[in-house]
């Protein structure tokens, strides 16, 4: 059992890494496999509260931002692997890490140039 506070402490733990290694989030994930926790009232994906604790917030707090994991780990909280970017920026950072399983999945977002290869 999860103590309560237990994945905020890992993320302090953790938000100062020089290491250039993923940090895998050992908690709950939701069902699309990222990690999630509860911070003041609120459900986050982790790595999202990573980087705003970590690198501060979204620019201008502006909500067409999102959490971009350059390492193409949805379980990874290394602040080194995280950075801010439109979901424009988002896809054309994972059109090389699509696997045939995934264009098969959703051919149609292929097929719209939304993921090139």
């Known amino acids: 059992m999860i103590v309560k506070g237990e994945g905020l ?3 302090e733990k953790n938000m100062s890494s020089v290491s ?5 989030w050992p908690f ?17 994906r982790a790595h999202v ?28 909280v290394n602040p080194n692997h995280l950075h801010w970017g439109t979901q424009s920026d988002n896809l054309k950072d994972h059109h090389h890490g699509f696997s ?15 993921i090139g290869i």
């Open 20 to 24: 250039d290694d993923c940090i895998e």
């Open 28 to 44: 709950a994930k939701n069902r699309d496999g990222y990690g999630r926790l509860s911070f003041e009232g609120k459900v986050y």
């Open 49 to 76: 509260l990573m980087l705003e604790f970590a690198k501060g917030p979204a620019p201008g707090g502006d909500l067409k931002y999102v959490a971009r994991h350059s390492c193409n780990n949805k379980t990874c």
């Open 100 to 114: 045939e399983e995934h264009l098969n999945k959703y051919p149609r977002a292929y097929c719209r140039g939304q």
């Open 9 to 11: 402490a890992f993320i």
